[in-house]
Each structure stands twice: as C-alpha cells, then as structure tokens.
C-alpha cells in the first residue's frame, strides 16, 4: 500500500513565518505540507510555501469552496501550478452552513450535489484553458459559458490538477470516492476504527459510481498528534 507523510501549517501561524516553516518541512523530508484557509487566504500561504521550496507539493487543506466562485479557484489554481512547476494541488472543502452565511454571507445549499457541481466546473474550465475546448457548463448551481481568447491563461505543462475534498459525513464521504483525488479527514472523524467501519466502506460506495476502486482515492488521515519530550509533556499535550 502506498503512505506518504504530510504535515500541516498551523492557521495561527503569521503569514511571515510560513516561508521559514516550509523550508524547515522540506528539509525535513517531507512528502508535501498542507496549508489552512481561515486566519490567512490558503491561497496566499500555498504561495508563501511553494516560493519558499524547491520539491515540496503544498495542498490548500480544505480551501471553503462556497465562498469563491469556481472561476476565481481555477484561475488561482491555474496561475499556482503554472509558477512551481505542478508542486500545487487543490483541496476544497464545504465547511459548515453557519461560517459560509453568518461569515461570508454567501447562500447555502446541499453540499454534496453542489461540490459535484464545483468540481466538474473546474474541471470544465480547465480543459477550457488546456484543450481549448468551448466553456459550456450548464448545472442547477452553477453556469459557465463565457470564456474569451484574450482572457484564457496559457497550457500547463502539468495539467491534471488533482482535486481533493475534506469531508466527514456519508454524501461527502462517498462523493470524494465517484470524483476526487482523495479525501481529507477531520480531526473527529480520523480514528481507526471510524475509518475502517464508516469513511472506507462510503469511499467505496462512491468510486463504484464511476467504476473506480477505493484504492483509486488517496485517504489522508488528519489525526490528532501529541508530542512532548517526555511521557509527562504527552499526556499534558494530549489532554
């Protein structure tokens, strides 16, 4: 089975410092660094990092979808994976009706059948910009028809963007199996028998929509981590 090993930029951490942490990471040997999107603007850190490093892949964690257009992530994404050489991957996320209305003052609908809708937009936009295909997206939440040659960023040498999806719930769950790259787990949905018993048999569900296997979907386990010098600083950690 293949494993990789990621870590994570904390969402406190001053926009300053991220370039030093993910040279750090990278030194470290690690596989990639996912970033947050909630004190500071993923897409911003995602570029801090990437600037930083040479090799090191950085994934927008669980950038909150519902709150940007389709075409603002794609062009953002676009510009990322055309300036660091693909080291750029997409992580959507549909966060929670309260933070997407209260705090963004964007509507809300059912998640899952509107990130279906999401991801295929991007994915229409992108073979847009890469293929020259015409823009023609026709879905219930979202429309895409109006695209012109001045407008249209250049091909990627590395276009096939992988899409990610965080998601904790079985629609969510099963979607990222039918389209995504993988799935990002919570924190409170990352226990093993939690994984075992709910999250792998919904993947399953939904890469079966579209003739997929589970193991065609990466799983990435965002568990919680204590650490200390000693037993005593552990347990402190942990509580």
């Known amino acids: 089975m293949f494993h990789e090993v990621w870590t994570g930029v904390d969402i406190h951490l001053p926009l300053a410092d991220v370039a030093e942490q993910a040279r750090r990471v990278e030194a ?18 995602a570029a801090t990092a990437l600037a930083a490093t040479s090799q090191l892949r950085v994934r927008t964690s669980g950038l909150i979808a519902f709150a940007r257009s389709p ?30 209305v209260d705090r963004y003052s ?5 998640p899952a ?13 992108f073979e847009c910009w890469q293929d020259g295909t015409p823009l023609s997206y026709l879905g219930e939440q979202y429309r895409f028809t109006r695209m012109q040659d001045y407008m249209k960023p250049p091909p ?23 389209l995504a790259a993988g799935l990002a787990t919570h924190p409170t949905n990352s226990a093993p028998a939690f994984l ?19 193991s065609d979907v990466m799983l990435h386990v965002n568990a919680f ?15």
């Open 156 to 178: 990627l040498a590395h276009p096939d963007v992988p899409v990610h999806l965080a998601g904790i719930g079985p629609a969510m769950t099963a979607l990222a199996g039918e």
């Open 196 to 214: 075992r018993e709910v999250t792998l048999p919904n993947l399953a569900r939904g890469a079966a929509r579209t003739g997929r296997s589970r």
């Open 106 to 110: 964007m509507p809300w609908t059912a």
């Open 28 to 45: 470290l040997g690690f596989d990639g660094v996912t970033v947050p999107d909630a004190v500071h603007d993923g897409f911003l850190v």
């Open 71 to 100: 075409m603002i992530v794609a062009v953002a994404t676009w510009d990322l994976r055309a300036a660091y050489g693909g080291r750029f991957e997409l992580g959507l996320g549909p966060l929670l009706k309260s933070i997407v």
């Open 113 to 125: 059948p509107r990130m279906r809708e999401y991801v295929q937009s991007l994915r229409a936009i």
């Open 225 to 239: 981590v204590a650490t200390g010098p000693d037993a005593a600083a552990v347990a402190r950690a942990r509580e």
